[in-house]
């Protein structure tokens, strides 16, 4: 079946700590996006791609980085200079007439 | 700029009774509308989508919406609740069907009493 794959599910990071998350999706979708979740705030948007080796900045992409090298993958890296990395991290994908899906989450967490 | 705003961010119904959850929103150009639903530690699933076909949009599990373009409005409805549907529901607005943002309300948390 067709879907969109993020990994791993839970993910602890170190204080100072680059942490990258994965998202696959193997829809053929060209499109793949990253959001942030946070209690009471709604989903924010990080990055998004809508091509191959493109991609523009969200709301809030202050300390986040991430790469389009394949129409599958989407990486995203949490860096050091993101101050509050805490929260429950989702990626989607779209194109035309599917809408979007959405994979099952990865939840950050900092120790 | 495209927002969107969910009034209540908790609601309460009884087992049967009619979920109403409320979505506001604001765009400058016609909008797509989204309803998505997720439960706990899971991702959001599509319920419906409005795509400037009929303003009544039926979805998943009997749950409905109804563009109102002189309200701003596209509110979720479902006549009979059941507790599977206690979850967390989204309103989302984007500027077309893919490609683009998807902006979303806070949330409302649906509770299902029995």
């Known amino acids: 079946d067709g879907g969109i794959t993020q990994s791993p599910k839970y993910l602890f990071r170190k204080e100072g700590q680059n942490v990258t998350l994965s998202c696959e999706q193997n829809?053929?979708?060209?499109?793949m996006y990253w959001y942030r979740q946070d209690p009471g705030q709604g989903l924010r948007l990080i990055y998004y791609s809508q091509i191959v080796n493109d991609f523009q900045k969200g709301d809030i992409a202050e300390g986040y980085s991430v790469s389009r090298e394949k129409k599958e993958s989407f990486p995203l890296t949490v860096t050091s200079a993101q101050k509050n990395p805490t929260a429950f991290y989702l990626c989607a994908s779209s194109t035309v007439g599917s809408g979007y899906t959405f994979g099952s989450g990865t939840r950050l967490t900092v120790v | 700029a495209q927002s969107v705003t969910q009034l209540g961010s908790h609601v309460s119904v009884s087992e049967g009774a009619l979920v109403l959850l409320r979505c506001n929103y604001s765009s400058s150009v016609p909008p797509y509308l989204f309803w998505y639903v997720q439960y706990p530690n899971q991702g959001l699933q599509l319920l419906l989508k409005y795509t400037s076909a009929a303003t009544l949009v039926k979805g998943i599990n009997d749950f409905e919406a109804e563009f109102k373009k002189s309200e701003t409005s596209f509110h979720l409805t479902k006549p009979s609740a059941h507790m599977s549907d206690a979850a967390e529901y989204f309103c989302?607005?984007?500027?077309?069907?893919?490609?683009?943002?998807?902006?979303f309300g806070a949330g409302t948390i649906l509770r299902v009493k029995s």
């Open positions: 829809l053929n979708h060209d499109a």
């Open positions: 989302a607005v984007s500027v077309g069907e893919y490609g683009n943002k998807l902006v």
